[in-house]
């Protein structure tokens, strides 16, 4: 995270500075992809603790995890 965060702070200087906007997008391109693998991370871990302890368990609380994390992956895949 704090590597997207200085390539963020490093796209906000390359605007400030007028730099070739072909150079600005490839690095938007790098941490929207940098983004994006954290993203995968996170809801792999969450669908490897929370989802799978909530199915071993049972009930609504089940349901209600499968639905939370079927929304995440939606919400991912639109983006």
Known sequence: MRRIEGQVRGIQKMVEDEKYCIDILTQIAAVQSALENVGLSILEDHLSHCVADAAA??????????AEAMNAIRRMVKS
């Open 57 to 66: 368990h049972g009930g609504t609380l089940a349901d209600d995890k499968l």
